[in-house]
């Protein structure tokens, strides 16, 4: 195995892993070295064995990325340009919310940015989150066959997730609201072994769009206007989304 990894968020490997490949043997010709990359099944997984050790380069989701970077010494380098994590809240088409009774929400986890995002949206609708009553089904298209099957009033979706829903299945439900605040976002980030090398890596990555080799591959991971850099202070705001997750605020206190 080569003494460099990758790793990847598994939401991005599951829509289009060979892309992923492409993106890192690119990588890999430009830095003149050896890195292996081998796709996660589970985010949480994933998490454990970045913050575990071994990995120089990582693209992950907001959440992971304020824990590699707060916890175990990652650097945030670049970003997808235009491309946001943003939450759509669905109730199924036509129904009424109860008032008589707790709100059942069905949401993929706690532990990403679009839960905390779907809490903004609930209290702009004049939710309190306290009388809700959640139900983590593990997946944003599992939140949305919640509603869609009567296991929950509303589902807290990915809007990723959701612009990709089979048209039968988004007929079935209506938005109640959404988030376009753009303050967070899946970013590449390096370990601090690989701290002098910054520069370099956020040069390839951004330079991609004008290369035909690196277009090609921006296209198939469908980040076709490619990356921009980011520092740490494009993180304050995903933070300031999590801690309104009552279950992240306290283990985000001791990070931050």
Same mark, same amino acid.
């Given at each position: 195995?080569?003494?460099? !990894?990758?790793?990847?968020?598994?939401?991005d490997t599951a829509k289009n892993s060979t892309a992923w490949f492409f993106l890192n043997t690119y990588l890999q010709r430009n830095l003149g070295l050896g890195m292996h990359f081998e796709p996660k099944d589970?985010? &949480?997984?994933?998490? =454990?064995?970045? &913050?575990?050790?071994?990995?120089?380069?990582?693209?992950?989701?907001?959440?992971? #990325?304020?824990?590699?970077?707060?916890?175990?010494?990652?650097?945030?380098? #670049?970003?997808?340009?235009?491309?946001?994590? =943003?939450?759509?809240?669905?109730?199924?088409?036509?129904?009424?919310?109860?008032?008589?009774?707790?709100?059942?929400?069905?949401?993929?986890?706690?532990?990403? &940015?679009?839960?905390?995002?779907?809490?903004?949206?609930?209290? =702009?609708?004049?939710?309190?989150?306290? !009388?809700?009553?959640?139900?983590?089904?593990?997946?944003?298209?599992? #939140?949305?066959?919640?509603?869609? !099957?009567?296991? $929950?009033?509303?589902?807290?979706?990915?809007?990723?997730?959701?612009?990709?829903?089979?048209?039968?299945?988004?007929?079935?439900?209506?938005?109640?609201?959404?988030?376009?605040?753009?303050?967070?976002?899946?970013?590449?980030?390096?370990?601090?072994?690989? $701290?002098?090398?910054?520069?370099?890596?956020? =040069?390839?990555?951004?330079?991609?769009?004008?290369?035909?080799?690196?277009?090609?591959?921006?296209?198939?991971?469908?980040?076709?206007?490619?990356?921009?850099?980011?520092?740490?202070?494009?993180?304050?705001?995903?933070?300031?989304?999590? !801690?309104?997750?009552?279950?992240?605020?306290?283990?985000?206190?001791?990070?931050?």
């Amino acid at each position: 195995m080569s003494k460099f !990894q990758f790793s990847v968020c598994p939401h991005d490997t599951a829509k289009n892993s060979t892309a992923w490949f492409f993106l890192n043997t690119y990588l890999q010709r430009n830095l003149g070295l050896g890195m292996h990359f081998e796709p996660k099944d589970n985010f &949480i997984k994933e998490r =454990e064995d970045v &913050i575990t050790g071994g990995y120089q380069l990582v693209y992950a989701n907001p959440f992971s #990325a304020i824990v590699f970077c707060k916890q175990v010494g990652f650097l945030p380098i #670049a970003k997808p340009i235009g491309i946001s994590d =943003e939450a759509v809240l669905v109730k199924y088409a036509g129904a009424v919310l109860p008032n008589d009774q707790k709100i059942r929400v069905a949401s993929a986890t706690d532990k990403l &940015i679009i839960h905390g995002l779907g809490l903004g949206v609930l209290s =702009e609708l004049g939710f309190d989150h306290k !009388q809700c009553e959640f139900d983590f089904v593990g997946t944003h298209v599992k #939140a949305a066959h919640a509603v869609i !099957q009567g296991k $929950a009033d509303i589902g807290i979706v990915f809007n990723e997730t959701w612009n990709g829903m089979a048209e039968s299945s988004r007929s079935t439900l209506e938005v109640l609201g959404e988030t376009n605040s753009k303050q967070a976002s899946h970013c590449f980030c390096i370990s601090s072994e690989w $701290a002098d090398k910054k520069n370099q890596i956020q =040069e390839i990555l951004c330079g991609m769009s004008t290369d035909d080799k690196g277009i090609r591959i921006l296209e198939d991971l469908q980040f076709n206007a490619g990356f921009e850099p980011i520092d740490m202070a494009d993180l304050d705001a995903a933070i300031k989304v999590m !801690q309104k997750i009552p279950s992240s605020s306290g283990f985000l206190s001791s990070l931050v």
